[in-house]
């Protein structure tokens, strides 16, 4: 199952509410963790995308038990916290991974930042690799498209041990402030 993103900020939360009305689709509550994580990651990657290229996007979701008809992933490239490539978006068994996918047509590399506390922005992806089981990205016809995988039986993970010096934590060599 898909969404066309226009290059607005409004689309964020558009994309969310769409995201929602899947998992509630396929059974999954909305206060269960697994959603309020893939609702988070929703609104990052969308964000990024909307944000960071000011182009339109397209958002992709693979849940249990669903049908989407989608084509095969590219695998390999810029794969982060997981092992090569992940599989097609299509159907999805129970046990197998949920799958958010956004592509773009911006050829500009995904690139984690580390930022002082007093930013506003700058740890989307630093709160994707914290949260995702799996994520990645790979190049695409005209652009690119960023992935990432939660495993639905898997508890969520616990929170990263603290960095030396107060509020901040590290989690795979990221570091980012918490909240």
């Given at each position: 199952?898909?969404?066309?993103?226009?290059?607005?900020?409004?689309?964020?939360?558009r994309?969310?509410?769409?995201?929602?009305?899947?998992?509630?689709?396929?059974?999954?509550?909305?206060?269960?963790?697994?959603?309020?994580?893939?609702?988070?990651?929703?609104?990052e990657?969308?964000?990024?995308?909307?944000?960071?290229?000011?182009?339109?996007?397209?958002?992709?979701?693979?849940?249990?038990?669903?049908?989407?008809?989608?084509?095969?992933?590219?695998?390999?490239?810029?794969?982060?916290?997981?092992?090569?490539?992940?599989?097609?978006?299509?159907?999805?068994?129970?046990?197998?991974?949920?799958r958010?996918?956004?592509?773009?047509?911006?050829?500009?590399?995904?690139?984690?930042?580390?930022?002082?506390?007093?930013?506003?922005?700058?740890?989307?992806?630093?709160?994707?690799?914290?949260?995702?089981?799996?994520?990645?990205?790979?190049?695409?016809?005209?652009?690119?498209?960023?992935?990432?995988?939660?495993?639905?039986?898997?508890?969520?993970?616990?929170?990263?041990?603290?960095?030396?010096?107060?509020?901040?934590?590290?989690?795979?060599?990221?570091?980012?402030?918490?909240?």
């Amino acid at each position: 199952m898909q969404l066309d993103i226009r290059p607005d900020p409004a689309e964020v939360g558009r994309a969310r509410r769409w995201a929602r009305s899947r998992l509630a689709g396929c059974g999954i509550r909305a206060d269960e963790p697994l959603a309020e994580t893939l609702i988070l990651l929703v609104s990052e990657l969308v964000t990024n995308a909307v944000v960071h290229t000011g182009r339109p996007a397209v958002l992709r979701l693979r849940l249990p038990g669903t049908t989407t008809g989608a084509g095969a992933v590219a695998g390999g490239a810029g794969v982060v916290g997981g092992a090569g490539e992940a599989g097609p978006v299509g159907s999805a068994a129970p046990g197998l991974p949920v799958r958010l996918e956004v592509d773009d047509s911006c050829d500009l590399v995904p690139v984690p930042r580390c930022v002082d506390g007093d930013a506003t922005g700058g740890r989307g992806l630093a709160l994707v690799d914290g949260l995702a089981d799996r994520w990645g990205w790979s190049r695409e016809a005209g652009g690119k498209r960023i992935w990432c995988e939660l495993d639905p039986c898997a508890g969520r993970p616990p929170a990263p041990p603290p960095c030396p010096g107060g509020g901040a934590v590290s989690c795979e060599g990221l570091a980012f402030e918490t909240v």
